[in-house]
């Protein structure tokens, strides 16, 4: 069964410091691997996801995540926080084309000016 | 990007009444779509798998004649709660899958806030 940890309920970061949101996941086979922002009261945004390919993927609003087969891990990283990107972050997998999403259980992220 | 929109964003209602949300794929066809439920501060869970013309794959624990899905089109399923109790309120949450241009690419509705009184 697949399964994605997120090992932290809340990250805290100063404006203009790198930020790191963990993730890691556990699939049968061949991970496809998201990341999605969730403001309050709203819907998912999609962040970036790994398909194939580079193992370091750039997605929108200037994340990006770092796949790692070895450590079974897709941390997401910004090089410079903004208070603006204070959210909910969940990373999501799935097994294979077609199947729904399996989410971790969020992470919230605090971006203090 | 592909548009995914849910109605009504907000609904209050009585104890034993039925609620109606709906999904539905603006730009692109959907032959699956999924629907979750988020409790408040809490990760998606995975409710049922909605196939258009086809009976719905309801998750291990999810009454299936409570949430009662159905997916009459390609751009359109429908998720109601039967008989709503104030344990139903929720956050609902629906993911359609477009085929084309990906494995499988879900985009997600902004969601329906569920409050039973």
Redesign the interface.
Do not use: C, D, V, W
């Given at each position: 069964a697949q399964s994605v940890a997120q090992p932290e309920d809340q990250v805290n970061v100063a404006e203009g410091n790198p930020l790191t949101v963990k993730c890691t996941y556990s699939v049968s086979g061949n991970p496809?691997l998201f990341w999605?922002v969730q403001y309050p009261?709203?819907?998912?945004q999609?962040l970036l996801k790994y398909?194939t390919g580079d193992n370091l993927v750039k997605g929108s609003y200037g994340f990006e995540a770092e796949f790692n087969k070895s450590q079974t891990s897709f941390h997401l990283k910004k090089p410079s926080a903004l208070v603006s990107d204070s959210a909910?972050y969940?990373c999501a997998v799935r097994d294979q084309?077609?199947?729904?999403?399996?989410?971790?259980?969020?992470t919230?992220l605090s971006v203090s000016s | 990007?592909a548009v995914v929109s849910?109605h009504p964003s907000r609904v209050i209602c009585k104890s034993g009444t039925s609620v109606k949300i709906e999904c539905r794929s603006l730009d692109f066809q959907a032959t699956?779509m999924?629907w979750?439920r988020q409790f408040p501060?809490?990760?998606?869970m995975?409710m049922a798998?909605s196939n258009e013309g086809s009976k719905a794959t309801y998750e291990q624990g999810v009454e299936k004649d409570k949430f009662l899905i159905n997916h009459a089109s390609l751009t359109l399923s429908t998720l109601t709660v039967t008989s709503a109790h104030p344990e139903d309120s929720s956050?609902y949450?629906c993911?359609a899958?477009r085929l084309a241009g990906?494995?499988?690419e879900?985009?997600?509705?902004?969601?329906s806030?569920l409050t039973v009184l």
């Open positions: 496809y999605y009261n709203r819907g998912l999609f398909i909910l969940f084309a077609g199947t729904a999403l399996i989410f971790g259980k969020g919230t | 990007g849910q699956t999924f979750y501060k809490q990760s998606l995975l798998t956050f949450i993911s899958m990906g494995p499988g879900l985009f997600f509705g902004e969601g806030r």
